[in-house]
């Protein structure tokens, strides 16, 4: 395994173990995680762009909050030394309708000095939309 799949296969270790100090120590000072759509919703929170640790912070406060994760399933990590992409799939329970959807995933990132900088989710964003009754 090289760098990149390296650091995104830890920063889904520590993820999956809720070592959220462990998650941010993985992510570069000037990090940009995209999660989903650029632009913020009021109606799914996780929407939007994170910048920095304290962006990041936020993000996976608001994971915790609004979902619980049944089942997350990483089928592959691949990359080179800078960048890294993974897909697998998950079964998500949304906490403010209790309906839970099941969707394919894909990540991309890029890494400099060791350390998560642009980290991009996505997943199918219409199963989620239904998942908090919004179609």
């Known amino acids: 395994m090289n760098n990149a799949q390296m650091v995104l296969a830890n920063y889904y270790n520590a993820l999956g173990s ?3 100090d462990r998650v941010i120590e993985i992510v570069h000072d000037e990090a940009k995680f995209i999660i989903l759509k650029k632009e913020p919703s009021d109606e799914i929170p996780l929407y939007g762009i994170y910048e920095g640790k304290e962006g990041v912070e936020k ?3 608001i994971l915790a909050e ?3 994760i049944e089942v997350f399933v ?3 990590i691949i990359g080179d030394q800078d960048t890294a992409f993974a897909w697998g799939s998950f079964r998500i329970k949304v906490q403010v309708t209790g309906k839970a ?7 991309v990132c890029e ?3 060791e350390k998560i900088k642009l980290f991009q989710f996505f997943e199918d964003t219409a199963a989620l939309e239904e998942a908090f009754d919004l179609t």
């Open 101 to 107: 959807f099941e969707s394919d995933w894909a990540a």
């Open 66 to 68: 609004v979902y619980q």
């Open 74 to 76: 990483i089928n592959k």
């Open 18 to 20: 809720k070592q959220i």
């Open 111 to 113: 890494i400099e000095e």
């Open 59 to 61: 993000y996976l406060n």
